[in-house]
C-alpha cells in the first residue's frame, strides 16, 4: 500500500469483445501491483473466457471472487467482483465509486450504450458514473472493420475526454509470443493509469535496442 495509506482503485470490465487475455493480463497486473479492482463480467465476456482462454468463470459473484483469488493468488480485499444488476454496489454511485475504470476488451455494442448513456446494466452504469464525475475512463475496442456508426460513437465518446485504445499491439519490440503482444497493450493502459510497468520498453529504449542488434530475422 502507498505511504500516505490511500491505495488506488480501479472499476475494471470484461465484455463480450474477442481479446479476453488482455483483460486478463491486465487484471493480472493490476493485483501484482496491489490495486483494488471493482471487477465487472458480462454474459458474453464469460463465454468469450470460456472460448479463447478455455476457462469458466463462475456466473456468482462471490464465488467468481473466491476463484479468481485462488487462481492470482492475491489479498481478497483487492479484488471485489459485483454482479450486472448489482446496482447497490460503490461503481454505481459517484459518491463511491473509483474514479478510474477500464473497459478491457470493449465490445462495439458496450460502446454504443455508453455513448448514448443506456445504463441498463452495472457496466454501462459504472462509465456513466465515471463520465459525469468526469474521471478516467479507457475503452480498449477489439473490432474489425469498423463501420461508420462505430467511428461516430467512439468519436463521440473520444470528445467527452474518453481514451480510446484500440487492441492494436505495436511491433517495435519485437514480440516474439502472442504474450508478447497482449503486454505491449497492457503495458500502454498501465501507463495511461500512471502505474509503473515492466512489461515492454518504452519507445526509444526498444529502438535503440533494434538498431544495435537489428531485426530478430535478420
Known sequence: MPANGARKEVTL??????GALYGWRLLQSLLALEVKVHLLISSAARVVFATEHDL?????????????????????????VYGKD???????????????????PCSTGTVAAIAHGMSDNLIERAADVVL??????????????????HLENLLKLAKLGVTIMPAAPGFYHQPQSIEDLIDF??????????LPQQLMPRWGYAAKASAITGPASA
Do not use: Y
Open 13 to 18: 470490465a470484461f465484455t463480450g469483445a474477442s
Open 56 to 80: 469458466k468463470l463462475n456466473g456468482n459473484p462471490q464465488s467468481c471472487q473466491q476463484q479468481l483469488v485462488e487462481l492470482f493468488g492475491c489479498d481478497p480485499a483487492l479484488l471485489a
Open 86 to 104: 448489482d446496482w447497490f454496489s460503490p461503481v454505481a454511485s459517484g459518491s463511491a465509486a473509483p474514479k478510474t475504470m477500464v473497459v478491457c
Open 132 to 149: 459525469k464525475e468526469q474521471g478516467q475512463l479507457i475503452l480498449v475496442p477489439r473490432e474489425t472493420p469498423l463501420s461508420a456508426l
Open 185 to 194: 497493450m497492457v503495458a500502454r493502459i498501465l501507463d495511461h493509469l500512471k
